[in-house]
């Protein structure tokens, strides 16, 4: 087991996914065919053995605890330790640009100062990712930190960092700046990109929290680049696979890369495996005349229309003759007999009446609201 417990901000919100986050946190859209965006981080913190991990909710927290309940799936139902639901302040305001409010963290100093553990391993609830933090503690302790950062690094200098962090490096990975804009440096073809996790002494945390709460909404990222000539801040490279769900292209894209197999395996086929609520639906019933190529279809599905590079939720209908088409379906949907779906995100019961056509492009797919009737 280890020596630190985890705190994920699941009150992130988002202007930017027209609607999906509407009335949920971006970490409890559906994503992958049967799980929630939290899951991922929830499942790499249970995996690494962390067995206390508090969720900061916003204020439509209610899909979230539908999806978690006691935490039983996660293996987080338990006399020591578990689920803890944290009261957050700030919201999740549509367009803020704060990762760790410190003011979510002060209201909740019950949760952090009742475990005497070391570490609190942070993460962000919009993340993507199977990452097993053994490794990154040990590393944390080694180098006797008093934060360690976890980064990406990206290949090539072009790309958009737009509401993201970059991270200078110095001496045996000593963090040197950190800064939400990259300037071009002779001979320099990567960058450190910050990946939303971070591993901090959580006595260390508590000063930060009652130094700084007074303060207003500060982002703790914001504090630690102030203080970073007083403390000893590293960042270590993590290879694993880590998306962030800002925008609906992003959502869009990091669903549709689950149709490659390599994607898949870094994902859930490998020893560390992603949780999710257990739900008991019947297989799914292929028609004789169902047609579907690279695909993932959930349980509980009726198959009887044309499916290609599509990812198709719990419980949803497809009839004869019709055609779904690089589209993402919640669960419960209902496509009837020859309408058509292109380049389409379709949100939960969503019914599509016969010989309607739905079409989006690639870089704006069309998204459909929950419950509505075409």
């Not at 993340?127 to 990406?152: G, M, P, R, V």
């Not at 870094?266 to 257990?278: C, E, F, M, N, S």
């Amino acid at each position: 087991m280890s020596n630190a417990i985890g705190i994920i901000f699941a009150n992130s919100g988002s202007d930017n996914l027209q609607g999906l986050a509407a009335e949920r946190p971006v970490a409890a859209v559906p994503f992958g065919g049967r799980y929630r965006i939290l899951d991922f981080a929830l499942s790499s913190m249970v995996n690494s053995g962390i067995r206390t991990i508090g969720l900061v909710t916003p204020h439509q927290y209610r899909p979230l605890l539908d999806h978690l309940g006691a935490g039983k799936d996660w293996f987080l139902e338990r006399k020591d330790g578990g689920l803890f639901i944290l009261p957050g302040v700030m919201h999740g305001l549509a367009g803020s640009n704060h990762l760790f409010c410190i003011k979510d963290l002060e209201n909740n100093c019950e949760f952090l100062e009742k475990e005497y553990v070391k570490n609190v391993v942070i993460s962000s609830g919009d993340k993507i990712y199977n990452l097993n933090f053994k490794e990154t503690l040990e590393f944390h302790n080694e180098k006797q930190a008093d934060i360690t950062l976890l980064y990406k690094t990206n290949p090539y200098p072009g790309c958009c960092l737009k509401n993201k962090l970059v991270l200078r490096l110095g001496e045996e990975q000593r963090l040197a700046a950190i800064s939400d804009f990259y300037l071009p440096e002779e001979d320099d073809g990567e960058i450190p990109e910050f990946a939303g996790i971070l591993v901090i002494r959580r006595e260390l945390l508590l000063e930060m929290i009652q130094r700084y709460s007074s303060g207003g909404c500060i982002d703790l990222m914001a504090i630690i680049t102030m203080n970073l000539g007083s403390l000893k801040v590293f960042a270590k490279e993590t290879n694993s696979l880590i998306g962030t769900i800002c925008t609906i292209k992003d959502y869009f894209e990091r669903s549709m890369d689950l149709l490659q197999s390599s994607v898949r395996e870094q994902l859930w086929l490998g020893v560390d495996r992603t949780h999710t609520k257990i739900v008991d639906n019947p297989p799914t019933k292929y028609a004789e005349q169902a047609q579907v190529r690279n695909s993932l279809i959930a349980s509980g599905c009726i198959i009887a229309g044309e499916v290609i590079n599509s990812i198709v939720f719990r419980g949803v209908v497809l009839e004869e003759g019709c055609r779904v088409q690089n589209s993402i379906l919640m669960p419960q949907c209902h496509i009837h007999a020859n309408a058509q779906t292109n380049y389409a995100i379709l949100d939960k019961s969503v019914r599509v009446h016969r010989d309607n056509s739905l079409q989006g492009s690639k870089s704006h797919p069309l998204v459909v609201l929950k419950k509505t009737v075409i």
